[in-house]
Protein backbone atom coordinates (compact mmCIF):
# COMPACT_ATOMS: atom_id res chain seq x y z
CA UNK A 1 0.00 0.00 0.00
CA UNK A 2 2.07 2.44 0.97
CA UNK A 3 0.30 5.44 0.51
CA UNK A 4 0.31 7.93 2.94
CA UNK A 5 -2.63 9.58 5.08
CA UNK A 6 -2.95 13.61 4.56
CA UNK A 7 -4.36 15.41 7.19
CA UNK A 8 -7.70 15.76 5.70
CA UNK A 9 -8.48 12.03 5.96
CA UNK A 10 -7.04 11.69 9.53
CA UNK A 11 -9.02 15.01 10.34
CA UNK A 12 -12.46 13.11 8.52
CA UNK A 13 -11.63 9.92 11.23
CA UNK A 14 -11.22 12.06 13.72
CA UNK A 15 -14.21 13.90 13.63
CA UNK A 16 -16.15 10.70 13.19
CA UNK A 17 -14.74 9.34 16.37
CA UNK A 18 -15.60 12.41 17.67
CA UNK A 19 -11.93 13.52 19.08
CA UNK A 20 -10.94 17.00 18.88
CA UNK A 21 -7.17 16.53 17.35
CA UNK A 22 -4.27 19.57 17.10
CA UNK A 23 -2.90 20.38 13.72
CA UNK A 24 0.46 18.64 15.98
CA UNK A 25 -1.35 15.35 16.36
CA UNK A 26 -2.99 14.96 12.60
CA UNK A 27 0.96 14.67 11.51
CA UNK A 28 1.23 12.20 14.41
CA UNK A 29 -1.63 10.18 13.64
CA UNK A 30 -1.11 10.61 9.87
CA UNK A 31 2.20 8.59 10.23
CA UNK A 32 0.92 6.48 12.97
CA UNK A 33 -2.00 5.20 10.87
CA UNK A 34 -0.68 4.81 7.71
CA UNK A 35 2.16 2.78 9.32
CA UNK A 36 -1.29 0.36 10.69
CA UNK A 37 -2.89 -0.21 7.09
CA UNK A 38 1.04 -0.54 5.72
CA UNK A 39 1.00 -3.76 8.17
CA UNK A 40 -2.63 -4.34 7.26
CA UNK A 41 -1.69 -4.42 3.86
CA UNK A 42 0.64 -7.13 4.40
CA UNK A 43 -1.55 -9.37 6.31
CA UNK A 44 -4.06 -9.16 3.40
CA UNK A 45 -1.20 -10.78 1.03
CA UNK A 46 -1.07 -14.36 3.21
CA UNK A 47 -2.99 -17.01 2.03
CA UNK A 48 -5.10 -18.11 4.08
CA UNK A 49 -7.04 -20.50 1.98
CA UNK A 50 -6.86 -23.13 4.50
CA UNK A 51 -7.46 -21.69 7.60
CA UNK A 52 -10.12 -22.01 9.32
CA UNK A 53 -11.61 -18.92 11.12
CA UNK A 54 -11.59 -18.72 14.52
CA UNK A 55 -12.37 -16.04 17.29
CA UNK A 56 -9.89 -16.76 19.41
CA UNK A 57 -6.16 -18.26 18.51
CA UNK A 58 -6.22 -21.13 21.16
CA UNK A 59 -8.49 -23.60 21.91
CA UNK A 60 -10.86 -22.07 24.78
CA UNK A 61 -12.19 -24.70 26.57
CA UNK A 62 -14.58 -24.39 29.78
CA UNK A 63 -13.47 -25.91 33.10
CA UNK A 64 -16.48 -27.06 35.06
CA UNK A 65 -16.63 -28.96 38.14
CA UNK A 66 -19.13 -31.79 38.96
CA UNK A 67 -22.01 -30.08 40.98
CA UNK A 68 -21.60 -31.90 44.30
CA UNK A 69 -24.83 -31.64 46.71
CA UNK A 70 -24.02 -30.26 50.27
CA UNK A 71 -25.39 -29.17 53.48
CA UNK A 72 -26.70 -25.57 53.29
CA UNK A 73 -25.22 -22.79 55.58
CA UNK A 74 -26.99 -22.18 58.08
CA UNK A 75 -28.08 -18.51 58.79
CA UNK A 76 -25.29 -18.02 61.88
CA UNK A 77 -22.63 -19.13 59.48
CA UNK A 78 -24.01 -17.12 56.77
CA UNK A 79 -23.76 -14.08 58.41
CA UNK A 80 -20.67 -14.73 60.25
CA UNK A 81 -19.04 -11.96 58.60
CA UNK A 82 -21.39 -9.60 57.79
CA UNK A 83 -20.86 -5.97 58.91
CA UNK A 84 -23.95 -5.49 60.44
CA UNK A 85 -27.20 -7.80 60.74
CA UNK A 86 -30.82 -7.31 62.26
CA UNK A 87 -32.89 -9.75 63.21
CA UNK A 88 -31.25 -13.07 61.18
CA UNK A 89 -31.09 -10.73 58.00
CA UNK A 90 -27.92 -8.83 56.56
CA UNK A 91 -28.62 -5.13 57.27
CA UNK A 92 -27.81 -3.09 54.06
CA UNK A 93 -28.78 1.20 53.68
CA UNK A 94 -31.22 2.05 51.87
CA UNK A 95 -31.22 2.31 48.58
CA UNK A 96 -34.70 3.37 47.27
CA UNK A 97 -37.47 5.66 48.23
CA UNK A 98 -41.02 4.14 48.82
CA UNK A 99 -43.91 5.92 48.17
CA UNK A 100 -46.16 6.13 50.32
CA UNK A 101 -49.63 4.24 49.09
Known sequence: ??????????RHVARLARLSVSDEELARFA?????????VAQLNEL???????AAHPLPVKNVFRADEVREPWDAER????????QNG???????????NS
Open 31 to 39: EQLSSILDY
Open 47 to 53: DTTDVPP
Open 78 to 85: ALSNAPDR
Open 1 to 10: MSKKLDGATV
Open 89 to 99: FFKVPKVLEQE
